[in-house]
């Protein structure tokens, strides 16, 4: 996920308030979900093989990457795309055992729903979890932006939508990048497309194809660093700005 503070990731937050009867998860009453076999998404160990029953999950929180990886997963590398947007079209999935079908054929299911997608995984299928990141306020100037943003993605990743942020709930959203993501950077978009390719073992249609495809993506224009808006952002989104750290190092 490119991901920045803008309409889209609040957009996203909503539909989690929704999921959830409108309100943030009563935490002490419930557990999270925040360990991989709850997910159901496979430990990422880079020099080990991808079991051809596991099904990758491109995870996506931000339209950015959403667009760009998607036309690379179908164009370059000839991947079906089973589009999970919504809870309900998860909820058909589980219906129609939708995870048997994609285990058969070459398909990646997409999603802004990790929690609801990672449960839809199973023993058998597991899910294998690839994302994109960037710094968290590094967005687009063009977008509406939201100066309210408080560590968005921790609070995705650890189910804190509103309560105030802990170590505990950085520990827990660095242990789902770190463990269960194949990590992309925007920094090195077509290096991170080839690497999650030849993870997979995806053949490319051509030589030049993701090199084509970020050509003709139009290069995001950021706020200026040394602008108070920046830093102001920044003081805010402490945690975030360590996961992207930590995504950084880690760019597997």
């Not at 990646?108 to 997608?117: E, F, G, N, W, Y």
């Not at 077509?190 to 290069?219: H, M, P, Q, T, V």
Request: glycine share 4%; proline share 3%.
């Amino acid at each position: 996920c490119l991901i920045a503070l803008s309409i889209v990731d609040t957009e996203i937050m909503a539909r989690y308030l929704r999921y959830n009867g409108g309100r943030p998860q009563n935490t002490q009453k419930q557990n999270k979900v925040t360990d991989t076999e709850a997910l159901k998404l496979r430990n990422v160990v880079l020099d080990q093989p991808v079991s051809k029953s596991d099904i990758p999950f491109f995870w996506h929180a931000h339209k950015s990457d959403e667009i760009l990886v998607k036309r690379v997963l179908h164009d370059c590398f000839g991947q079906e795309l089973i589009e999970l947007n919504d809870i309900q079209s998860i909820e058909n999935a589980k219906e129609t055992n939708l995870l048997a079908q994609a285990s058969t054929s070459n398909a990646v299911i997409t999603s802004p729903h990790l929690k609801a997608t990672g449960q839809l995984f199973t023993n058998k299928h597991h899910g294998r979890m690839f994302s994109f990141f960037r710094h968290p306020v590094d967005y687009e100037i063009s977008e509406t932006l939201t100066i309210d943003a408080n560590n968005w993605l921790t609070r995705l990743l650890s189910e804190t939508p509103e309560k105030p942020l802990t170590f505990k709930e950085l520990g827990i959203a660095k242990h789902i990048i770190r463990e269960t993501c194949v990590v992309g950077t925007m920094e090195h978009m077509e290096e991170s497309l080839e690497r999650i390719g030849a993870y997979f073992g995806w053949e490319l249609s051509s030589g030049n194809c993701i090199f084509n495809a970020l050509k003709d993506f139009r290069s995001p224009i950021y706020l200026d660093h040394n602008s108070l808006e920046w830093k102001a952002l920044h003081e805010r989104n402490t945690f975030d700005g360590l996961l992207f750290e930590l995504a950084d190092s880690t760019w597997r």
